[in-house]
Structure formats: structure tokens, C-alpha cells
């Protein structure tokens, strides 16, 4: 079911139930380690990423939570699954909102644990697949090229300075061709409020993004006016 193989870390002091968590995650093609100390967790979490972390939350010195809240002060984000023996201490964890993904209670079943984690991979997978949708270059045949990482508009082969809005206008249109938006949409998503005496803005920097994308502003074929209705970019050159 996995393409590739994930990283777990696992910390939890019983080395017994370590060792039988270890197996079944391996089960899932995962490579494994595991920290028998919260501190010793903390470290490894620290010094490599990792798909998941399995959390236990009783531990000695470092408890999971602190494990999880120290986690959760980083930027790189680590899908986090809290395992506690206590019904209370899950509930503790919910309470304090700890940033933990998910639960569960111990004892476990191996079919529970595999449905967890399994939908922790599929919850990670479709957020990078988002974030790696917004990141990428978008092409419109010759004629039109934004590069969202670096913010660079290319026209017909040569670079095109655009303003903020300008840019983000562009993008908005560009990330759904063909799109028809009114001018109260285009007020709400790139200048975030609605406001009727702001649609000449609108209007305003339409005809701008016009002038520097299209060939011929007033016969334009990129960013068409739909009468009456809004605005949409056009693929076509
Ligand atoms: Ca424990």
C-alpha cells in the first residue's frame, strides 16, 4: 500500500511493547527506531526528520507531552501519534491541545494501530501533495509562465514585472484556468473584503495585469472579460 518507506520513531519505555510495535510498523514497510527515554526521543526527533512518531506519554524524566510540546515549538512539522495506558491521559492531552494527530489508549489492537497510522500517511500525503501543487511552476503554452517560488512571471519568453496584487491576481486566475470570477470574488480573494465602491480597483488593475500580459490589451486573449459576469485567464495565446 506504501510506495515508499517511512520513518517511524517510537518512543515508549517497555521495551516489550516497543519491541511489538516495532514489528507490526515494520509490517507497513517502515523503517523503525525506537528511544526508550523520552530525552533520548526528543534527540533523535531533533536530529533527523521522521514520517511519524509513535508517542508514549508516560515515560521517565521527559513525559510525552513535554516530548510532543517541544516538538511542536519546531518548524518542521512530524505527524505525532499519543499512546497512553490511562484513558485520563488522553483526555489530558485533548485539553491541553498539544498539537498530537491522533490517539489511542492502550491495549491496542495490531488493526487498530495500522489504521491509524495508515491514515496518518494518507493525511500527510495529501497535504505535501497540496503544498507541492502550489509550489509548482505553472505553464500556459509560450505565452505565460509563473514560477510561484520565486514569484517570477515570464510573457512570450521574457520576464514581466507585475505589483503584489498584480501577481496575486495572476496567480489566482492561473491556478484555475478558465474560471470565470466576479468582481466581488476577485475583491474578496486578493484584497480580502468585499466592498462595492472597490470594484473600480478591480477594474483598475485588471486592465494593468492586461497590459503586461497581453500582445494587444484591447483585443486581449489571456485575461478575457466575461461580460457581465467577471474576468477569467484563458490558456490559449
Ligand atoms: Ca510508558
Known sequence: MMSTRRNVLIVEDEPAVAGALKRQLE????????ALSGDTGLSLAQAKPFDLIVLDIMLPGLDGLEVCRRLRTRRAYTPVLMVSARTSEIDRVLGLEMGADDYMTKPYS??????????????????????????????????????????????????????????????????????VYSRSQLLDAVWG???????????????????????????PKLLLTVWGVGYKLSAVD
Request: net charge positive.
Open 27 to 34: 509490517e507497513l514497510s517502515c523503517n523503525v527506531e525506537v
Open 110 to 179: 495490531a488493526a487498530e494501530l495500522v489504521a491509524r497510522v495508515r491514515s496518518l500517511f494518507r493525511r500527510v500525503d495529501a497535504l505535501s501533495e497540496q503544498a507541492g501543487n502550489l509550489r509548482r511552476v505553472l505553464r500556459f503554452g509560450d505565452a505565460l509562465t509563473i514560477d510561484p517560488a520565486s514569484r517570477e512571471v515570464t510573457v512570450r519568453g521574457k520576464p514581466v514585472v507585475l505589483t503584489h496584487k498584480e501577481y496575486d491576481l495572476l496567480l489566482l486566475f492561473a491556478h484555475n484556468p478558465g474560471r
Open 193 to 219: 473584503y468585499s466592498h462595492d465602491g472597490y470594484d473600480h480597483a478591480v477594474e483598475c488593475h485588471i486592465n494593468r495585469l492586461r497590459a503586461k500580459i497581453d500582445r494587444d490589451p484591447s483585443r
